[in-house]
């Protein structure tokens, strides 16, 4: 179905959900035709002006937010670019999303982000920007200037920060700016061309070891910078039992440290990986089942706030040529809502408000956004959700240009039917 823009949309029954307000409640909804929720009229406009979406099992929140994508553009367009990345997040039910520097050239120019910035898509994109030059690691980049081109955060994603001197400058500098800065938190010096973590398919395949370590000492360092410098810091795609311990203990101090959870690490562990499977290769990769059950744990108890797919497109040649060979990373976005809900809401008690809060409204709030509401008065940008429909993945299906996901062919419980933003209703597609 093609996009509706500016006419009114009426939902008159589904379970609205939004963490700023509270509100867990059966109701209806209206939006104005201006793209404003607004009270349901005693009369109802013309049919020719309205929309009217009524179907069992509906669930309607704000629309929900994601921190760490990756979109390829400029670069590897041919495993994505802005518009169909932009496109499979508004099929998973996001308006916003930040995407990552990794690109090529590094997105550390003003110039690179106002590219990014000037592009119309499905969704709100709001940039981060390298820490450092070229994203090399050697030197500051101008964090003054990438701010006032529109940087919502900076990071080196896909990589650390290794150097103790020029994180500390990185940190310095953006505290003084306000802006959070993420952290690829992996040691490259004890991870040395580890690919997976010790199980049987490490085993049987002759592949070499990523240690826990090597993300533990890397997230204690950041929690050091973070202790010497007063900056916010996020710790990206969290994966070991022992960086939860770290960061709980680091906010018992009162540290302005948080960290994100991706639906993969949340649901699968290294002894699931089925094989020679370059679509199981991620970075950092999957945890033990006791990781697993520590980053559940982090989130239902507080200590970890909010989840993040980082979605990473590769081209299906690169990632069929088995783990040891294939890149690192698998995109996320299109099964964000059916993993994330099914393993924490309804598998590990997580309540649905603590569910939404996470995906809508720390991580607006991390990069300093207020985050939508679903209350009266206020623009409408939600995503209307279907959290008892059973689908079965068929990534030839998505909006990505890319296939690699370990979730190709399994029946997944739970998605996005539409998103609305700026007076449009966008069905996914």
Not at 34 to 41: K, R, S, T, W
Not at 198 to 207: E, G, S
Request: net charge negative.
């Amino acid at each position: 179905m093609a996009n509706i823009t500016q006419k009114a949309v009426y939902i008159p029954s589904a379970r609205l959900l939004d963490p700023t307000t509270q509100r867990d409640e059966m109701g209806s909804l209206f939006i104005t035709a201006e793209g404003v929720i607004a009270p349901v009229p005693e009369t109802l406009p013309a049919a020719d002006e309205l929309i009217i979406i009524d179907r069992p099992g509906l669930t309607i929140t704000p629309g929900l937010c994601d921190v760490h994508v990756h979109f390829r553009e400029p670069g590897l367009t041919e495993a994505e670019d802005i518009a169909s990345g932009s496109a499979a997040a508004a099929n998973g039910g996001f308006t916003r999303v930040v995407t990552m520097p990794n690109t090529s050239p590094a997105t550390d120019s003003p110039a690179l982000l106002q590219m990014i910035l000037s592009k119309q898509t499905d969704v709100t994109i709001y940039p981060s920007a390298c820490c450092t030059a070229s994203r090399a690691g050697e030197s500051c980049a101008d964090l003054d200037q990438l701010a006032a081109a529109g940087a919502s955060c900076f990071t080196d994603d896909g990589a650390m920060v290794a150097k103790p001197e020029v994180m500390r400058e990185v940190m310095t500098r953006a505290r003084t700016l306000g802006k959070v800065v993420m952290d690829h938190a992996v040691r490259p010096d004890i991870q040395k061309g580890g690919v997976i973590r010790d199980c049987p398919v490490a085993h049987q395949f002759d592949l070499p070891i990523f240690p826990a370590e090597a993300e533990i000492e890397a997230v204690r360092d950041d929690i050091n910078r973070c202790r010497e410098t007063g900056c916010a810091v996020h710790i990206q795609h969290l994966s070991c039992a022992g960086s939860v311990a770290l960061i709980r203990e680091a906010q018992k101090e009162g540290l302005p440290v948080t960290a994100e959870v991706t639906p993969h690490h949340l649901a699968l562990a290294a002894e699931d990986i089925p094989g020679d499977d370059g679509n199981w290769r991620m970075n950092p990769p999957l945890g033990t089942r006791e990781d697993v059950k520590a980053l559940r744990e982090g989130l239902l108890d507080g200590t970890l706030t909010l989840f993040a797919t980082d979605h990473a497109p590769h081209t299906r040649a690169s990632k069929s040529r088995g783990f040891g060979m294939a890149p690192f990373g698998i995109i996320g976005l299109e099964t964000a809502v059916g993993v994330s809900w099914d393993v924490m809401v309804r598998n590990n008690q997580m309540s649905p408000l603590m569910w939404a809060k996470y995906w809508i409204t720390n991580p607006n709030r991390l990069i300093g956004l207020t985050p939508p509401t679903l209350a009266i008065g206020q623009p409408a940008e939600l995503a209307i959700l279907a959290l008892d429909d059973e689908w079965t993945v068929d990534p030839d299906a998505f909006a990505s240009k890319s296939a690699d996901t370990p979730w190709a062919g399994a029946t997944l419980r739970g998605k996005a039917i539409a998103t609305y933003r700026n007076t449009t209703l966008r069905f996914a597609q």
